[in-house]
Nanobody
């Protein structure tokens, strides 16, 4: 069993930055891939970014590439999402997710993630 708790959301002006954190507890955090997804009102949940078990490989949605950075600290059981150059269209609830099945490579398939956090709201004003 894995528990995930997101934090760091809030209200920011367009062009600003936020850093989201996702703290994990339970099974060996350093062995599995992690992902960030988001869901805006009236829209389906969409992939944002993912990172491999080691942090050596990352994968981003085209819409955030060059603006967002995913990273992890296995010693702290935490994954981060640094968001720069925020736009109003980035407004959403952001969720972290864990894929505990090997080999721990990053991917965008929501159905393959086994555990999800409760989400944190990010609102970008224009």
């Amino acid at each position: 069993q894995v528990q995930l708790v997101e934090s760091g959301g809030g209200l920011v002006q367009a062009g600003g930055s936020l850093r989201l954190s996702c703290a994990a507890s339970g099974r060996a955090f350093s062995s599995y891939a992690m992902g960030w997804f988001r869901q805006a009102p009236g829209k389906e949940r969409e992939f944002v970014a993912a990172i491999s078990w080691s942090g050596g490989s990352t994968y981003y949605a085209d819409s955030v590439k060059g603006r967002f950075t995913i990273s992890r600290d296995n010693a702290k059981n935490t994954v981060y999402l640094q968001m720069n150059g925020l736009k109003p269209e980035d407004t959403a609830v952001y969720y972290c997710a864990a894929d505990v099945a090997p080999p721990g490579t990053p991917h965008a398939f929501a159905a393959w993630y086994d555990y999800w956090g409760q989400g944190t709201q990010v609102t970008v004003s224009s």
